[in-house]
């Protein structure tokens, strides 16, 4: 019914999807620029969760915008790179896209469930509107009717009934106005769902239903979802592979299991100490000393070393190239792991012996080997 | 449907009192209004029953209680009969109001609608081309608003009227016209309404652009317009996810003003001779003629009344979360 569905070659799961090189953004020109993203790479595989972690203020939200182009304003992107690969094998380079193009692809590739579905449903129009009105812009054919019956089967995927298309937002709770931003985002089947903190604002019950639905209905229909939160925890629960963003900039990525079990990073290891773990032993909660930088005035080297416990003297010279290290494709820019230093033994432990990005285990599958190795 | 029973009753409650107290104005007045007009008919022979209708209207000299003239006032009222003008060659009032009427609901109505939906276009526009050459446009619609109505209307007649000669100086038509419906009184009138309607138009635009713009500057922040985007909507479906929430409080500012429109365009309508209940109320109380004043208060206090009871139900209409309320 739309010309979205793949019509190329079926392309297998772990192929590039959306690759980001050196994303440079600013908000701001001249010397009060703040620099928000900082020199990013990162892939984004078919099929795969990624996600995305950082305190307030990281970037994480910036660099999503700014990979699918939705920045605002005084947002500029100053360098880099973002390309899509189409299910057919051609590519587009989003950064170069013009207006036209970029409408064509939005939401049909790259859709988006935002920070809080409080606001980002239009509070005077029905949700039938709301979920039929990105159909009518992009499958011009389509008829009243059919674009009706997707909304009701786009609701049925989420578990709201038919008789909820007339209501509006305020008419809903949180929860249900989060499925229906959910729903909304599927409702041209793309390749790429980004979430920007889509549970936050949900107490936890709600947000475990709503984790597993999403999971579930990734596992239906294989979109990719880009997973942007601070809450690491739930992070390791639903994510294949995990990237954590520090001023601005990545300082590791890992699988989860990798990562939960064996960061190499200092502020992995304190965000992991920063949260409670949903399921495993009682651990004593420490956080990460001091505040993050002021973006305008990054402090010089290595710009975590302010705050690192195990800060080195070159730290504050030489910041640290995003290098890979050990097996399953690791990347972590910090000075400790390369030799001749040696990391402290909290920040060496044994890789749990993963591939970059499992198929996605279940969260109770993670939760039942995750037991010892986190005391 | 008790929301809409709720508001009825509201109203009329609202318009029982402002019409009793319409009916108390010239009896609580100082001093006594027969007397008043009988000073400035000096010269013209009054019969004794005219003195005495007078006095009946106006409940002076009369030995029926003020609850007997309020209940009589009331059967007047209800029937339409507000009394006889005394500065209009005591002519009904209802009739002086009503020829005076389709001037001011036709030049003031026209251009305040022409006004709120021009500035809140531009409103939206501004907002949405924020830091472009638009911006300036501010300012100078502002200019025109600030600067006193009067100065901006003598200037506009002294270009188009006086030098130029495009457009007539004044009055609603020309005189020595026998108004018939055909194009030449129609195409008379629309060319003496040109000038006045303009000036309202330039002096009010501003309001509404500056209100919109400010709404819809901030209404372009909220995520579901950045929702709008990422969906890949065409820009102009993006701009109405946005102005059709930005609007909301611009419907309430054109409710009053719509209300307000009977009142009439004082200064313009003086400015310009212009026959409508503008002139009419100014002549009124220069003139004394407390019958009219009544009349006039009693359209103008009905209009804002209706003008409100339809904003309700539009805004209810236009938003949602109204309708749960209450």
Known sequence: ?375 | MRTIARRLAFYAATAIVAISVDFLIPRIIPGNPVNAILARMQGATLSKATIAGLDEQYGVNTKTSLWTQYIHFWGNVLHGNLGTSTSNGFVAVSTVIREALPWTLGLVGVATVISFVLGTLIGVLVAWRRGTWLDNLLPATTFFQAAPYFFIAFLAIDLFSTKLGWLPSGQGHQDLDFPALNWTYISDVLDHAVLPALTIVVASAAGWIISMRNVMVTTMDEDYVLVAAAKGLHRRRVIWYAARNAVLPSISGFSLAIGFIVSGALLTEIVFSYPGLGLLLVNAVSDNDYALLQGLFLIITLAVLAANLIADFVYVFLDPRIRQEA
Not at chain 1, 168 to 175: A, I, T
Not at chain 1, 292 to 306: I, K, N, T
Request: glycine content about 10%; proline content about 7%; some cysteine.
């Open chain 1, 1 to 375: 019914m739309s010309q979205h569905i793949v019509t190329g070659p079926e392309r297998s799961r772990g192929d590039a999807l959306l690759e980001i090189h050196g994303l440079c953004v600013d908000y701001g020109q001249g010397s009060d620029a703040v620099h928000a993203v900082t020199d990013v790479d990162l892939v984004l595989h078919r099929g795969e969760v990624l996600g995305l972690a950082g305190e307030s203020g990281s970037g994480k939200s910036t660099l999503a915008m700014a990979a699918t182009r939705l920045l605002r304003e005084p947002g500029v992107i100053t360098a880099g790179e973002v390309r899509l690969h189409y299910d057919t094998g051609s590519v587009a380079d989003l950064l170069e896209a013009g207006t036209g193009a970029l409408r064509v692809l939005r939401w049909s590739e790259v859709s988006l469930v935002i920070q809080s579905a409080m606001n980002a449903l239009n509070p005077v129009m029905s949700i039938r509107t709301q979920l039929t009105d990105a159909l009518a812009a992009h499958v011009p054919d389509m008829s009243r009717r059919s674009r009706r019956d997707r909304a009701v089967e786009l609701l049925g995927m989420v578990g709201i009934s038919a008789d909820r298309l007339g209501s509006h937002p305020h008419e809903l709770s949180g929860g249900m106005r989060q499925r229906v931003m959910i729903a909304m985002a599927l409702a041209l089947r793309p390749q790429i769902v980004i979430m920007d903190e889509p549970t936050t604002a949900l107490d936890v019950v709600t947000q475990r239903e709503i984790l597993e639905e999403l999971i579930d209905l990734r596992d239906r229909f294989g979109f990719a979802i880009l997973f942007i939160t601070h809450d690491l925890s739930l992070l390791i629960e639903i994510a294949d592979s995990i990237a954590v963003m520090y001023a601005g900039r990545l300082v590791e990525r890992a699988s989860a299991q990798a990562l939960f079990r064996a960061p190499r990073h200092p502020y992995t290891l304190g965000l992991l100490h920063s949260f409670p773990a949903l399921h495993g032993p009682r651990v004593p909660m420490t956080g990460i000393p001091g505040s993050p930088p002021d973006l305008r005035m990054l402090p010089s080297g290595c710009v975590f070393h302010p705050r690192c416990r195990f800060a080195l003297a070159r730290c504050a010279d030489d910041a640290p190239p995003l290098a890979a290290t050990g097996t399953g494709g690791r990347v972590v820019a910090c000075w400790l792991q390369h030799p001749p230093e040696s990391a402290p033994t909290e920040l060496a432990r044994p890789e749990p012996g993963l591939e970059a990005w499992a198929p996605p285990a279940t969260a109770d599958g993670q939760a039942a080997t995750q037991g010892g190795s986190a005391a």
